[in-house]
């Protein structure tokens, strides 16, 4: 049976990613266990290069978010059709420097780059820096001079766009951490003072509004301040902005209430705005980027637990208390993140009961899930949570000394482990005395 582009029910009435029996890799593996989709991530890159060339021809180029998960092996999966990829740290940019990954394809983030940072993403050449703020501006300035080179710079706008999602990941609006707002001419005055400087080369504008976005307003009104604020730039300062990168931020799937567009019709969207504001203001189409990070691996992806223990408070609520929690998934804890399970060993039972699903850590806060529909459970059973691709693994610590668990990544039934258990050993290895 059919559930999901990545899941299905097997013969053997076990749940089923990428055709490979859920509970064999449960067993294999042992739980907790990230599981991916690796033809699913694939072919979302895909349909992003695809619809992208469809509605820009040639001039584009589609960045996966490395935030959403960032392993060495996701930066081979990703290395398509010229997709690029964002980073926000030396960590995120070594991680894909290790794997082999094009830095020349890579564009650095972040609203606090450190020296550090700045110089070794100079010294491996990556495609560009979205600057943050007027410090990081002189500081890439300075230690691009100071290597006797030129950094290419985009500048991260505040578009003025509030999008409506949770508060936490909402980045559009003046009141943010990230880039520079447009309505008190600090961006402006910003591009100006750029223009004047020695080692930096201005290239392109970046926005993003917000993250897990369903409604395509909120990117088509970036998209027109945008071009809007491109053509200000061409008509007050005489200066071609040649490229324009809206970010990430589209919706997925968690729950059945979720309802996102499909990536054809969202590129479209936004690219029919596009050419119609440049039309408006007189001004080329610019090369157009996009940074996708949660659409291209949350669905791909479920977390397998073994149920501990079934707490049944009467007239309450009933804990199913799992053998993962807030370390490999922070998001109930964080944003109150809704999501779907499942029993892998018995997936089309009747889903009878309702229930709390918790995590082993110390916290009241813990919890995958509240008032979660389930067959009735017992103790020693598999619980799979669905689309915990993105933002999971990438957001797992070790609170309480919990080691972080394995991702196995599957294609076309056959499983590969991408990044082992971590082990006891791992956690004090950095213990100096
Ligand atoms: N570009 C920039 C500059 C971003 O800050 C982000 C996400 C993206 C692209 C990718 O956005 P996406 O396509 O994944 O929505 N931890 C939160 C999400 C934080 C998103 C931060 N920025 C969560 O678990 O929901």
Do not use: W
């Not at 500048?155 to 508060?167: E, L, M």
């Not at 109150?336 to 995590?359: C, H, I, S």
């Amino acid at each position: 049976m059919f559930i999901s582009e990545s899941l299905s029910v097997n013969e053997n009435g076990h749940l089923a990613i990428a055709s490979a029996d859920v509970v064999d890799l449960a067993k294999k593996y042992g739980t907790p266990l990230y599981i991916m989709d690796e033809d699913r991530i694939s072919g979302i890159c895909r349909e992003y290069v695809d619809a992208m060339r469809k509605c820009c021809g040639e001039n584009f180029m589609v960045h996966y978010a490395s935030k959403a998960f960032c392993t060495k092996y996701i930066y081979k999966i990703i290395d398509i059709d010229g997709m690029g990829a964002d980073v926000v740290s030396g960590g995120e940019l070594f991680t894909a420097i290790s794997a082999g990954f094009p830095a020349g394809k890579v564009s650095f983030h972040g609203n606090n780059k450190t020296s550090d940072e700045i110089e070794y993403a100079l010294s491996v050449g990556v495609r560009e820096f979205i600057v943050d703020n007027r410090e990081e501006l002189h500081l890439i300035n300075r230690i691009a001079k100071e290597k006797e080179t030129v950094a290419n710079i985009s500048f991260r706008i505040k578009p003025g766009v509030d999008a409506h999602t949770h508060d936490f990941i909402k980045t559009g609006q003046i009141d943010s951490k990230f880039g520079v707002a447009l309505e008190n001419n600090e961006a402006f005055d910003m591009i100006s003072e750029a223009l004047e400087l020695s080692n930096v080369k201005l290239v392109g504008l970046h926005c993003h509004i917000g993250s897990q976005i369903f409604e395509s307003e909120p990117f088509a009104e970036a998209a027109r301040v945008m071009i809007g604020f491109i053509a200000k730039i061409k008509n007050e300062l005489g200066v071609k902005i040649c490229e324009l990168n809206l970010g990430g931020g589209f919706g997925i799937r968690y729950t059945e209430n979720d309802d996102p567009k499909n990536i054809f019709e969202t590129v479209k969207n936004f690219t029919d705005v596009v050419k119609s504001e440049c039309r408006k203001n007189n001004i080329d189409f610019p090369f157009l980027s996009i940074e996708p990070g949660r659409s291209v691996v949350a669905e791909s992806g479920i977390t397998v637990y073994t149920v501990g223990s079934v707490k049944e408070i009467r007239d309450i609520r009933t804990y199913v208390s799992i053998d993962g929690g807030m370390t490999d998934n922070p998001r109930y804890a964080l944003y109150g993140a809704e999501y779907t399970v499942l029993l892998p060993e018995r997936p089309l039972d009747k889903k009878t009961e309702t229930v709390t699903v918790a995590g082993r850590n110390c916290e009241s806060g813990d919890l995958i899930g509240v008032d979660l529909k389930l067959p009735k459970v017992k103790a020693g059973e598999l619980l799979a949570v669905l689309t915990t691709g993105a933002y999971n693994y990438s957001m797992a610590s070790n609170y309480n000394r919990v080691p972080r668990p394995p991702v196995v990544m599957v294609s076309k039934g056959k499983d590969k482990l991408i990044v082992r258990r971590e082990t006891y050993e791992d956690l004090i290895k950095n213990d100096l005395v």
